[in-house]
């Protein structure tokens, strides 16, 4: 398995637009983002340049024209997700995940059906556990 790298917050922004479409180019992806959070174009490429550094970003040059560049994601989105919950369990909850959905149950506003489908979640993981 590869190493996930840690992604920022800010980060994240160029790879929800990677996840969702590439290849993109700076261009594309300076609109993209500036669109949503406002961010200058400069800042932009600097999260790019650290996400390409951190190797969670790859590039291809076209062939064409060696001043385009075309940027992909070099991880998964799930693989992602898995890392920054797993640092965020440690991190908050000294990893216990009892306490992080006590929490999470304590101060939400669960609907019935919301209760009924984390019951499920709980079932189905308990019944892979007893197969095992």
């Known amino acids: 398995m590869a190493i996930i790298p840690h992604i920022t917050e800010s980060e994240w922004l160029i790879m929800h637009e990677l996840w969702k479409d590439s290849p993109l ?20 490429k600097t999260l790019l340049r650290r996400l390409i550094s951190k190797n969670a970003v790859r590039f291809t040059i076209d062939e064409n024209n060696a001043k385009l560049y075309y940027y ?9 997700i898995e890392k920054q919950s797993k ?18 149950v304590d101060d939400s506003q669960l609907s019935g059906e919301e209760i009924d489908q984390l019951k ?11 197969e095992e």
């Open 25 to 44: 180019t700076a261009a594309q992806l300076v609109e993209r983002v500036q669109a949503q959070k406002g961010l200058v174009a400069t800042t932009i």
């Open 72 to 80: 992909y994601p070099n991880v998964t989105e799930e693989e992602c």
């Open 87 to 104: 640092h965020f369990l440690s991190l908050y909850y000294g990893g216990n995940v009892n306490k992080m959905l006590a929490t999470f």
């Open 120 to 130: 499920d979640l709980l079932d189905a993981k308990k019944k892979t556990l007893e």
